[in-house]
Structures are given as C-alpha cells and as structure tokens.
C-alpha cells in the first residue's frame, strides 16, 4: 500500500494569510489526524477526523480547522497567520479497528 | 505537569551498549503506549507498541510498561549508530498525546 502523503511539503506564507494543507491517508484508513511540531512545544496534537467528523480536538485556537472528505482525505485550514505557527504539520492516520498510527512526511510551514 | 514527561537528553552511548528511554504519564486511564523514532528532518515511525503491563521484545527493542507507576520505557540492545534519532513516548488516553522526546546518540 501507498503511505501517507501531504501537499505540499513546503510553504512560505507572510503574516495574516491562510493556508490550506492537504492529508490522503493509507488506503483503508479512515482516521485522520494533524499534529503540529515545533522544537519549543514538540508534538502537539491538533484534531482528528474520522468518517468526515471531527472525533476530538486538541488545545488550538479556533483559526486551526480542518475537514475530512469521503475518501477519507483531509485537509487542515490555518488563517491569519501568526509567526507563531511556523511549524512542521504531521498528519497520521490509522485503520479504524487499530490504533497504531502511521505518519505521513510533513509540511512544513514558515510563517514571515 | 505535562502530561507525558520524557527526559530530553540527549543521551549519549557506545556503540554496542544498552539505550534506556524513559516515559512517565500523568493519564491513568491511558490505555495503549507507543515508540516512535524520529530523525532529524522527518517524520516519526514507528516502533513499538505495549497495551498489557510486562514487557515485549521486537528484536533489539524492548518496551516495559508498569501501569501502577504510569511508567513506559524503551531499551535498545546492541545500540547502533543508525539508531540516533530522536524517540518519541506517544500515550493514547481519549487522544493521542506525544512525549517531548528524548534525543539519543550513539557513538561509534
């Protein structure tokens, strides 16, 4: 099976714009979720979607959204960016009966 | 108190030596435990992952999980090179929540 793969890998944007990255998950696997890493706050857990709902949330304004597609694709939204979240986003995603999660490569995003 | 707690290191061993990497939770509702690697530059992968209290090998790896002291670590046998990278505990209570990492070295 193919691995996870994210659009794009990397993202210049400038202070107050938005951005739009993109998740498809391991073939079967329906479970989504974003993590953002940083060295001062290491892996942080943002949302997770399973079956185009958002299953659960991690501590992050609301600026950070996402959605999950039928094809179990997924895509994370950040508006008004902030220098703050120049980071790298890691989606996994993992079958529904497992827990084991699978990450894909990461988009790493700076924020200027 | 962060909810799981690794010691940042870096650790340093001989090639050929023993690597233990420690994890501590704060979650005693936490059901699954996982070990991922990371090198520097990508993703993390996967390891291992222990449910029951004990231990489980995987080749060189060994994860101990000890639920009444909400402790997890890792050991590495037989430590390579190849094998410096940064682990990360990962603990999967109502999410998955991930350790800050310890970086490990090991030194030909």
């Known amino acids: 099976k193919a691995g996870v793969t994210q659009t794009p890998r990397y993202l210049i944007k400038t202070r107050g714009q938005q951005v739009t990255l993109s998740c498809s998950p391991i073939?079967?696997?329906?479970?989504v979720s974003w993590y953002q890493q940083t060295p001062g706050q290491g892996l942080q857990f943002l949302f997770e979607?399973?079956?185009?709902?958002?299953?659960n949330k991690g501590n992050f304004p609301g600026r950070f959204s996402g959605r999950q597609f039928s094809n179990s694709r997924s895509e994370m939204n950040v508006s008004t960016l902030e220098l703050g979240d120049s980071a790298l986003y890691l989606c996994a995603t993992r079958d529904s009966e497992a827990e084991t999660q699978y990450f894909g490569p990461g988009t790493r995003l700076l924020v200027l | 108190q962060k909810e799981v707690e690794q010691n940042s290191g870096p650790l340093s061993v001989p090639e050929g030596a023993i690597a233990s990497l420690n994890c501590t939770y704060s979650?005693?509702?936490?059901?699954?435990f996982f070990w991922y690697r990371q090198y520097s530059g990508k993703s993390p992968e996967l390891i291992m992952f222990?449910?029951?209290?004990g231990d489980k090998e995987d080749g060189r790896f060994t994860a101990q999980l000890n639920k009444a002291s909400q402790y997890v670590s890792l050991l590495i046998r037989d430590s390579q090179p190849s094998d410096s990278a940064t682990y990360l505990c990962?603990?999967?209570?109502?999410?998955?929540?991930f350790g800050a990492g310890t970086r490990l070295t090991v030194k030909p």
């Open positions: 073939s079967g696997h329906r479970s």
């Open positions: 990962a603990v999967n209570g109502n999410d998955m929540r």
């Open positions: 979650d005693r509702g936490s059901q699954s």
């Open positions: 222990i449910y029951s209290n």
């Open positions: 979607y399973f079956s185009e709902t958002q299953r």
